[in-house]
């Protein structure tokens, strides 16, 4: 049992829980002496919860950069995609599936200002033949265009709820997307 997620969830927008459990005598319990933090008594101890913490800046920047593999850091997320699939993502969707997809490598390194990644990508009428239903981030390691080639389970970062966009009567197109990640931090 995480115990600090148990008793924080919803109190703030950290992704750190921090708590504690302290094993303390019954009789001597009254003697510690603890500020700043929640304390809950139990049978064989006492739990320890700190008040709301966060994920400090360069904490956020860290896990941006690493996640992007901006500043030479190894990254995850390469690849931005469209696809034709017709239900909206949930919290347990890992991957586009089986639908008709393009998924390309960003047109550039993605780029940080502060706590807030941009990556983007174009798609034309040579890459994308298809009614587009969903634009989504993936770490998945190969290009896919105009497949229904599976992206590997567990690499979709984010995907749109469904949407219609179909320029498949046009002879030539091009659309940027661009996908903004933005860190909590302060």
């Known amino acids: 049992m995480n115990i600090g997620q148990k008793h924080h969830t919803g109190e703030h927008s950290s992704s750190v829980y921090w708590s504690a459990i302290a094993i303390i005598d019954k009789a001597d319990r009254a003697k510690a002496k603890i500020d700043g933090w929640k304390v809950e008594e139990t049978r064989t101890g006492l739990i320890l919860l700190p008040k709301p913490n966060l994920v400090v800046d360069s904490g956020v920047q860290r896990a941006l950069d690493r996640l992007y593999a901006i500043n030479s850091t190894p990254g995850a997320l390469l690849r931005q995609g469209v696809d034709n699939g017709a239900s909206n993502p949930v919290a347990g969707t890992t991957q ?6 393009t998924l390309l490598t960003f047109d550039s390194t993605p780029t940080r200002s502060s706590n807030v990644v941009t990556s983007v990508r174009t798609f034309t009428n040579s890459n994308v033949n298809f009614a587009m239903k969903r634009l989504f981030l993936s770490a998945h390691t190969a290009d896919i265009t105009n497949s229904t080639s599976a992206d590997t389970a567990g690499t979709l970062y984010s ?20 996908a903004t990640v933005t860190g909590a931090g302060t």
């Open 159 to 178: 995907m749109t709820n469904t949407f219609t966009i179909d320029f498949t009567s046009i002879t030539t197109w091009s659309m940027v997307t661009s």
């Open 96 to 101: 586009s599936g089986a639908n008709t997809k």
